[in-house]
DNA sequence: GTCCAGAGTG
DNA sequence: CACTCGGGAC
């Protein structure tokens, strides 16, 4: 099976095995942002508790974020962990949005999808997975949101090398897959949920895996 | 004790 | 290149 086909017929597998997974949680597009930042390097669960007291302070809007004192905001989304950086990020964002939107995200949002990537990119703290998962689930454009999860998967499966960069992967994505924002999301979700559930750092769970068929010989490659 | 829906700095 | 940021779940 080439690459290309290899690509596609993981998502199908991925999907029958385990359905739809309803990325990206969250209630607004703006709470997506918000949970993009929070959930840099960090456990979703604790993602979770931040932005419920952003909820319970009446801070998950962005003339609230604006106005709030860095230490409380900190102190607010402590559970997320790395808070003093991320409460500095959150408003290097908000200030971006204020500053060049007048606050509004659907203005940000009216650029076009590469402008709108770079504009994001721009603010300190947001990198390109950060960057693409504000594109691709907040603002429902056809980017792919690649992760330390995906590019292990794809390493592992023998689709890409083991330095392989974030454009390089995207691209393999992007380039063998319909333009189709929906399943983009969706496929990033699933391989999540493949790298948590099988395709672990340390000790790969391959066994039961719905991408197990798809290993040649020699695989998963060693690291 | 490990590791997480990363990114910036020295 | 390595190092820092970090609480919470398991």
């Known amino acids: 099976m080439r690459t290309g ?20 949680p969250a209630e607004t597009p703006f709470e997506v942002v918000v949970g ?15 932005i419920a007291n952003l909820k319970g302070e009446g801070l998950l809007s962005a003339e609230a974020l604006a106005r709030a004192a860095p230490e409380r905001l900190a102190e607010v989304i402590r559970p997320a962990g790395y808070y003093r950086v991320k409460a ?7 200030d971006m949005l204020m500053r060049d939107f007048g606050g509004s995200l659907d203005a940000l949002f009216a650029l076009p999808a590469a402008a709108l990537r770079e504009r994001v990119l721009e603010v300190s703290g947001i990198g390109p997975e950060t960057a693409d998962s504000i594109v691709l689930y907040a603002a429902a454009r056809p980017v792919f949101v690649v992760d330390a999860y995906t590019a292990r998967i ?61 290993l040649e010989r020699g695989q998963p490659a060693a690291e």
Not at 88 to 94: D, E, G, V
């Open 5 to 24: 086909e290899k690509i596609r017929a993981f998502y199908d597998a991925m999907l029958a095995a385990w359905g739809p997974q309803g990325w990206w």
């Open 36 to 50: 993009a930042i929070l959930t840099q390097n960090t456990n979703w669960k604790n993602v979770e508790r931040a």
């Open 154 to 214: 794809l390493y592992r499966h023998g689709l890409v090398d083991a330095d392989a960069t974030y454009e390089d992967i995207q691209s393999l994505m992007q380039d063998n897959l319909p333009d189709d924002p929906a399943m983009f999301q969706e496929y990033h979700a699933l391989l999540v949920e493949a790298g948590k559930r099988h395709c672990r750092k340390a000790a790969p769970l391959c066994s039961g895996c719905p991408l197990e068929r798809f």
């Open 88 to 94: 500095r990020r959150l408003r290097n964002f908000i």
